[in-house]
């Protein structure tokens, strides 16, 4: 059973950054394609970024330029840097291990004046 546990959400005003990070309890994380999710109230999950094993990283159109995803391998840990935060990046963030069932319990990003 892999558990992913997230850190970092909290109230940001508009313009203001956050760093969510997503630790990861087993090895197979290094391999593995990582991502994050979010979910605004009364709208769909959505797909924010991703990072696989190599490296290599995918980016909603909303976020580009804006947010950064990372992963530490020694860590387990894969990072969310969110910069020039908006009002409609309020939502649950959560982290998935693509192609598993694993998911994180989630953590509020709201960003409000």
């Known amino acids: 059973q892999v558990q992913l546990v997230e850190s970092g959400g909290g109230l940001v005003q508009p313009g203001g950054a956050l760093r969510l990070s997503c630790a990861a309890s087993?090895?197979?994380?290094?391999?593995?394609?990582m991502a994050w999710y979010r979910q605004a109230p009364g709208k769909q999950r959505e797909l924010v970024a991703s990072?696989?094993?190599?490296?290599?990283?995918n980016y909603a159109d909303s976020v580009k330029g804006r947010f950064t995803i990372s992963r530490d391998k020694a860590k387990k840990t894969v990072y969310l840097q969110m910069n020039s935060l908006q009002l409609e990046d309020t939502a649950i963030y959560s982290c998935?291990?693509?192609?598993?069932?694993?998911w994180g319990q989630g953590t509020q990003v709201t960003v409000s004046s």
């Open positions: 998935h291990q693509l192609g598993t069932t694993y």
């Open positions: 087993v090895s197979v994380f290094s391999t593995r394609t």
């Open positions: 990072i696989t094993g190599g490296g290599n990283t």
